[in-house]
C-alpha cells in the first residue's frame, strides 16, 4: 500500500491565485482530513470527512474548500490564496473508529506570496 | 482552540537518559494520542490510551494519563538519538458523532550523542 499521499510536495502562489492540494488514501479509509501546521502552533485542523459524500469544517475552515466525491480522495482547495495561508498542509486518514491509527501523508509545503 | 498543550516546548537530553514530555488538556476526552514528528516530515502515531486506562506500554515508551487532572505524560527510556524530534499529543473529543482529533503544539526533544 502506498498510503496517504499529497501532491504537490512544494508550491509557490501569488496572491489571489487559486489551486487545489492532492491527497489520496489506498487503505478504503472513511475518516480523511486536512491540518495545516504553523511554526509554534502545532496542527489546525482545516476540514475533515467521514465518508464520501460527507465534509465538516474544522477549526480553520475560512479560505478553504473540500470535497469528498470517492473514499479514495479528499482534495483541499484554495480558493484565493493569500500570505496567511502559507504553511504546510498535511492530510491524514484513519477507519472510522476514534481508536484506530491515523495515518499522515509527507505534506504539502505552501508559500504564498 | 487548540485541547492539548505540551510542556516543556523544548527538551534537550543526553543519550541513554530518560525523557519525560507532559500534556494538558481542557475538555473530557475519549482518548489521547501521541505522535512523533521527524524534521520535514509526517507525524507517525506512537500510541494511544483510551480515557479508562491509566498507563499504557509499548516499547521504550510509557503513557499515562490522569482523567483528574487532564493531563497526560510519555515517557521515553534509554533515549537514543534517533529520538529527536517533535512529540505532539492529540485528544479525541466525541462531539456530535464526529471523533476530531485535536493535537497540541508539542515538544521538541533533542538527544544528543
Known amino acids: 500500500n502506498a498510503g496517504v499521499t499529497q501532491t504537490p510536495k512544494f508550491q509557490v502562489l501569488k496572491t489571489g491565485q487559486s489551486m487545489t492540494l492532492q491527497c489520496a488514501q489506498d487503505?478504503?479509509?472513511?475518516?480523511m482530513s486536512w491540518y495545516r501546521q504553523d511554526p509554534g502552533m502545532g496542527l489546525r485542523l482545516i476540514h475533515y470527512s467521514v465518508g464520501a459524500g460527507i465534509t465538516d469544517q474544522g477549526e480553520v475552515p475560512n479560505g478553504y474548500n473540500v470535497s469528498r466525491s470517492t473514499t479514495e480522495d479528499f482534495p483541499l482547495r484554495l480558493l484565493s490564496a493569500a500570505p496567511s495561508q502559507t504553511s504546510v498542509y498535511f492530510c491524514?486518514?484513519?477507519?472510522?473508529?476514534?481508536?484506530?491509527?491515523?495515518?499522515f501523508g509527507p505534506g504539502t509545503r505552501l508559500t504564498v506570496l | 482552540s487548540q485541547q492539548g498543550e505540551e510542556d516543556p516546548q523544548a527538551l534537550s537530553i543526553q543519550e541513554g537518559e530518560n525523557a519525560t514530555m507532559n500534556c494538558s488538556y481542557k475538555?473530557?476526552?475519549?482518548?489521547l494520542q501521541w505522535y512523533r514528528q521527524n524534521s520535514g516530515r509526517g507525524l507517525v502515531h506512537l500510541i494511544l490510551i483510551r480515557s479508562n486506562e491509566r498507563e499504557k506500554h509499548s516499547g521504550r515508551l510509557r503513557v499515562t494519563l490522569d482523567t483528574s487532572k487532564k493531563s497526560s505524560s510519555l515517557l521515553i527510556t534509554a533515549s537514543r538519538a534517533a529520538d529527536t524530534a517533535s512529540y505532539f499529543c492529540a485528544t479525541v473529543n466525541i462531539q456530535g458523532g464526529s471523533e476530531k482529533l485535536v493535537f497540541g503544539k508539542g515538544t521538541k526533544l533533542t538527544v544528543n550523542p
Open positions: 475538555t473530557s476526552i475519549n482518548n
Open positions: 491524514a486518514s484513519r477507519s472510522h473508529g476514534s481508536t484506530d491509527t491515523q495515518y
Open positions: 487503505m478504503n479509509h472513511e475518516y
